[in-house]
Antibody, heavy 119, light 114 residues
Protein backbone atom coordinates (compact mmCIF):
# COMPACT_ATOMS: atom_id res chain seq x y z
CA UNK A 1 0.00 0.00 0.00
CA UNK A 2 1.33 3.43 -0.97
CA UNK A 3 1.71 5.78 1.97
CA UNK A 4 2.84 9.40 1.99
CA UNK A 5 3.17 11.01 5.41
CA UNK A 6 3.95 14.71 5.65
CA UNK A 7 5.55 16.38 8.65
CA UNK A 8 6.94 19.78 9.55
CA UNK A 9 5.26 22.99 8.51
CA UNK A 10 3.52 25.12 11.13
CA UNK A 11 3.64 28.86 11.68
CA UNK A 12 6.16 31.33 10.28
CA UNK A 13 6.37 35.09 9.97
CA UNK A 14 6.49 36.80 6.59
CA UNK A 15 10.07 36.58 5.34
CA UNK A 16 10.72 33.50 7.44
CA UNK A 17 11.47 29.89 6.58
CA UNK A 18 9.85 26.50 7.04
CA UNK A 19 10.42 22.96 5.86
CA UNK A 20 7.92 20.22 5.13
CA UNK A 21 8.94 16.58 4.72
CA UNK A 22 7.20 13.58 3.22
CA UNK A 23 8.07 9.99 4.13
CA UNK A 24 7.07 7.54 1.41
CA UNK A 25 6.52 3.80 1.47
CA UNK A 26 4.87 1.07 -0.57
CA UNK A 27 6.48 1.81 -3.93
CA UNK A 28 9.86 2.16 -5.66
CA UNK A 29 10.74 5.60 -4.29
CA UNK A 30 14.15 5.87 -5.99
CA UNK A 31 12.63 6.02 -9.47
CA UNK A 32 9.47 7.91 -8.55
CA UNK A 33 8.80 11.50 -9.53
CA UNK A 34 7.50 13.44 -6.54
CA UNK A 35 5.63 16.74 -6.27
CA UNK A 36 4.23 19.20 -3.80
CA UNK A 37 0.76 20.64 -4.40
CA UNK A 38 -0.78 23.27 -2.13
CA UNK A 39 -4.26 24.50 -1.34
CA UNK A 40 -4.95 27.90 0.19
CA UNK A 41 -7.84 27.99 2.69
CA UNK A 42 -11.12 27.56 0.81
CA UNK A 43 -9.38 27.65 -2.56
CA UNK A 44 -8.38 25.24 -5.32
CA UNK A 45 -5.28 23.17 -5.99
CA UNK A 46 -1.96 24.72 -7.06
CA UNK A 47 1.12 22.75 -8.09
CA UNK A 48 4.30 23.98 -6.38
CA UNK A 49 7.31 21.84 -7.34
CA UNK A 50 8.40 18.50 -8.79
CA UNK A 51 11.54 16.39 -8.63
CA UNK A 52 12.45 13.53 -10.94
CA UNK A 53 13.96 10.29 -9.79
CA UNK A 54 17.78 10.09 -9.84
CA UNK A 55 17.63 7.72 -12.82
CA UNK A 56 15.96 10.56 -14.74
CA UNK A 57 18.55 13.07 -13.61
CA UNK A 58 16.88 14.34 -10.45
CA UNK A 59 15.64 17.40 -12.33
CA UNK A 60 13.65 19.94 -10.31
CA UNK A 61 10.85 22.17 -11.57
CA UNK A 62 9.01 25.01 -9.84
CA UNK A 63 5.85 27.02 -10.26
CA UNK A 64 6.48 30.67 -11.06
CA UNK A 65 5.17 32.04 -7.70
CA UNK A 66 7.74 30.03 -5.69
CA UNK A 67 10.72 29.90 -8.02
CA UNK A 68 13.83 31.22 -6.30
CA UNK A 69 12.25 30.91 -2.82
CA UNK A 70 11.40 27.20 -2.49
CA UNK A 71 13.69 24.19 -2.97
CA UNK A 72 12.52 20.60 -3.46
CA UNK A 73 14.96 17.81 -2.67
CA UNK A 74 14.97 14.09 -1.89
CA UNK A 75 16.84 11.58 0.25
CA UNK A 76 16.44 8.22 -1.44
CA UNK A 77 18.13 6.41 1.46
CA UNK A 78 15.21 7.54 3.65
CA UNK A 79 12.49 7.52 0.96
CA UNK A 80 11.77 11.12 1.85
CA UNK A 81 11.12 14.25 -0.15
CA UNK A 82 11.50 17.75 1.26
CA UNK A 83 10.27 21.24 0.49
CA UNK A 84 12.40 24.02 1.93
CA UNK A 85 10.49 27.31 1.91
CA UNK A 86 12.29 30.65 2.32
CA UNK A 87 11.21 34.29 2.07
CA UNK A 88 7.70 33.18 2.94
CA UNK A 89 4.75 35.37 2.05
CA UNK A 90 1.25 35.43 3.51
CA UNK A 91 -0.03 34.04 0.21
CA UNK A 92 2.02 30.87 0.81
CA UNK A 93 -0.44 29.91 3.57
CA UNK A 94 -2.23 26.66 2.92
CA UNK A 95 -2.20 22.90 3.13
CA UNK A 96 0.80 21.35 1.40
CA UNK A 97 0.28 17.90 -0.12
CA UNK A 98 3.05 15.52 -1.10
CA UNK A 99 2.28 13.48 -4.21
CA UNK A 100 3.79 10.50 -6.00
CA UNK A 101 3.52 11.07 -9.73
CA UNK A 102 3.13 8.61 -12.58
CA UNK A 103 0.92 7.99 -15.56
CA UNK A 104 0.67 11.67 -16.24
CA UNK A 105 0.42 13.28 -12.83
CA UNK A 106 -0.14 13.01 -9.07
CA UNK A 107 -1.36 9.45 -8.59
CA UNK A 108 -1.12 9.29 -4.79
CA UNK A 109 -1.51 12.03 -2.20
CA UNK A 110 -0.49 12.46 1.42
CA UNK A 111 -2.81 13.76 4.10
CA UNK A 112 -1.41 17.28 3.84
CA UNK A 113 0.40 19.61 6.22
CA UNK A 114 -0.75 23.11 7.17
CA UNK A 115 1.65 25.99 6.64
CA UNK A 116 0.60 29.36 8.05
CA UNK A 117 2.47 32.56 7.26
CA UNK A 118 1.33 35.38 9.49
CA UNK A 119 2.74 38.14 11.67
CA UNK B 1 0.34 29.82 -20.19
CA UNK B 2 -2.32 27.15 -20.58
CA UNK B 3 -5.55 27.85 -18.69
CA UNK B 4 -8.00 25.16 -17.60
CA UNK B 5 -11.64 26.20 -17.38
CA UNK B 6 -14.31 24.03 -15.77
CA UNK B 7 -18.08 24.28 -15.95
CA UNK B 8 -20.30 24.36 -14.13
CA UNK B 9 -18.63 25.51 -10.91
CA UNK B 10 -21.59 24.27 -8.87
CA UNK B 11 -23.49 21.10 -9.69
CA UNK B 12 -26.57 20.10 -7.67
CA UNK B 13 -27.59 16.54 -8.59
CA UNK B 14 -30.36 14.21 -7.45
CA UNK B 15 -29.21 10.85 -6.09
CA UNK B 16 -29.20 8.21 -8.81
CA UNK B 17 -29.12 10.77 -11.61
CA UNK B 18 -26.19 11.34 -13.99
CA UNK B 19 -23.75 14.23 -13.70
CA UNK B 20 -21.35 15.78 -16.17
CA UNK B 21 -18.47 18.23 -15.73
CA UNK B 22 -16.77 19.99 -18.61
CA UNK B 23 -13.12 21.04 -18.76
CA UNK B 24 -11.69 23.17 -21.53
CA UNK B 25 -8.02 23.98 -22.03
CA UNK B 26 -6.75 27.10 -23.77
CA UNK B 27 -4.25 25.00 -25.76
CA UNK B 28 -4.24 21.49 -27.16
CA UNK B 29 -3.25 18.91 -24.54
CA UNK B 30 -1.84 16.44 -27.05
CA UNK B 31 1.85 15.99 -26.25
CA UNK B 32 4.59 15.19 -28.78
CA UNK B 33 4.51 11.54 -27.67
CA UNK B 34 0.88 11.30 -28.78
CA UNK B 35 -0.52 11.09 -25.27
CA UNK B 36 -3.01 13.55 -23.82
CA UNK B 37 -2.07 14.43 -20.24
CA UNK B 38 -5.48 15.24 -18.78
CA UNK B 39 -6.49 13.92 -15.37
CA UNK B 40 -9.50 14.26 -13.07
CA UNK B 41 -9.41 14.43 -9.28
CA UNK B 42 -12.03 14.16 -6.56
CA UNK B 43 -11.71 15.92 -3.21
CA UNK B 44 -14.30 14.89 -0.66
CA UNK B 45 -14.98 17.30 2.23
CA UNK B 46 -12.09 17.30 4.68
CA UNK B 47 -10.04 14.83 2.65
CA UNK B 48 -7.00 14.89 0.40
CA UNK B 49 -7.57 14.85 -3.35
CA UNK B 50 -7.75 11.48 -5.08
CA UNK B 51 -7.08 10.86 -8.74
CA UNK B 52 -9.96 9.25 -10.63
CA UNK B 53 -8.92 9.41 -14.28
CA UNK B 54 -5.60 9.75 -16.15
CA UNK B 55 -4.78 10.11 -19.86
CA UNK B 56 -8.35 11.41 -20.46
CA UNK B 57 -10.21 8.14 -19.97
CA UNK B 58 -8.25 5.63 -17.86
CA UNK B 59 -9.72 4.92 -14.42
CA UNK B 60 -7.33 4.60 -11.51
CA UNK B 61 -7.39 1.43 -9.46
CA UNK B 62 -10.41 1.21 -7.15
CA UNK B 63 -12.40 3.92 -8.93
CA UNK B 64 -16.01 2.82 -9.50
CA UNK B 65 -16.97 2.28 -13.11
CA UNK B 66 -19.76 4.85 -12.82
CA UNK B 67 -16.97 7.42 -13.36
CA UNK B 68 -15.84 7.90 -16.94
CA UNK B 69 -13.69 10.41 -18.78
CA UNK B 70 -13.78 11.42 -22.41
CA UNK B 71 -12.69 14.11 -24.80
CA UNK B 72 -9.77 15.18 -26.95
CA UNK B 73 -7.52 18.09 -27.86
CA UNK B 74 -8.99 20.94 -25.77
CA UNK B 75 -12.40 19.66 -24.61
CA UNK B 76 -12.89 17.05 -21.93
CA UNK B 77 -15.72 15.65 -19.82
CA UNK B 78 -16.05 13.73 -16.58
CA UNK B 79 -19.30 11.80 -16.28
CA UNK B 80 -20.87 10.07 -13.33
CA UNK B 81 -23.53 7.65 -14.55
CA UNK B 82 -25.53 7.53 -11.30
CA UNK B 83 -24.56 9.89 -8.48
CA UNK B 84 -24.22 8.40 -5.01
CA UNK B 85 -23.99 10.21 -1.69
CA UNK B 86 -20.25 9.48 -1.43
CA UNK B 87 -19.63 11.44 -4.66
CA UNK B 88 -20.19 14.78 -2.90
CA UNK B 89 -17.11 16.96 -3.12
CA UNK B 90 -15.08 19.10 -5.48
CA UNK B 91 -13.82 17.79 -8.81
CA UNK B 92 -10.75 19.17 -10.58
CA UNK B 93 -9.35 18.61 -14.03
CA UNK B 94 -5.60 18.99 -14.51
CA UNK B 95 -3.21 19.19 -17.44
CA UNK B 96 0.36 17.89 -17.44
CA UNK B 97 1.21 18.43 -21.11
CA UNK B 98 2.69 21.92 -20.97
CA UNK B 99 5.90 22.58 -18.99
CA UNK B 100 6.17 25.35 -17.96
CA UNK B 101 3.82 26.20 -16.31
CA UNK B 102 3.62 22.69 -14.83
CA UNK B 103 0.57 20.86 -13.54
CA UNK B 104 -2.35 23.22 -14.05
CA UNK B 105 -5.68 22.64 -12.35
CA UNK B 106 -9.14 23.87 -13.24
CA UNK B 107 -11.03 26.00 -10.69
CA UNK B 108 -12.96 23.04 -9.36
CA UNK B 109 -16.61 21.97 -9.61
CA UNK B 110 -18.54 21.48 -6.39
CA UNK B 111 -20.97 18.57 -6.62
CA UNK B 112 -23.76 18.47 -4.08
CA UNK B 113 -26.89 16.43 -3.62
CA UNK B 114 -30.08 18.25 -4.50
Amino acid sequence: EVQLVESGGGLAQPGGSLRVSCAASGFAFRTAWMSWVRQAPGKGLEWVARIYGKTDGGTTQYAAPVKGRFVISRDDSKSTVFLEMDSLKTEDTGVYYCTADWQGGPAFWGQGKLVTVSS
Amino acid sequence: DVVMTQSPLSLPVTLGQPASISCTSSQSLVYSDGKTYLSWFQQRPGQSPRRLIYYVSNRDSGVPDRFSGSGSDTDFTLKISRVEAEDVGVYYCMQATHWPPGYTFGQGTKLEIK
